[in-house]
């Protein structure tokens, strides 16, 4: 199993049911037989950039960054 294989779990994991532990995390990989360490499983959530959120607090993916309007961009382009 690969590190980018057991990233990837973790997204459908925390997309498909709520997640708000680092246990909880750990006994739904272990049901997929993804056998884990709590260092592990905290460094994944660091490099997924996972955060807690909502009234649950239950991991979630960090939103978009909002993107620049037209207008704002073309002043940017004007003071270069």
């Known amino acids: 199993?690969?590190?980018s294989y057991r990233q990837g779990q973790i997204l459908n994991?925390?997309?498909s049911r709520?997640?708000?532990t680092q246990e909880e995390l750990g006994r739904e990989l272990r049901a997929l037989n993804i056998e884990t360490t709590q260092v592990t499983l905290s460094r994944d959530i660091r490099e997924l950039g996972l955060v807690k959120g909502g009234a649950d607090g239950a991991y979630q993916t960090p939103l978009a960054a909002?993107?620049?309007s037209p207008a704002s961009a073309q002043s940017l382009l004007q003071r270069s």
């Open 13 to 15: 994991l925390i997309r």
């Open 66 to 68: 909002p993107t620049s």
């Open 1 to 3: 199993m690969t590190k």
């Open 18 to 20: 709520k997640i708000s």
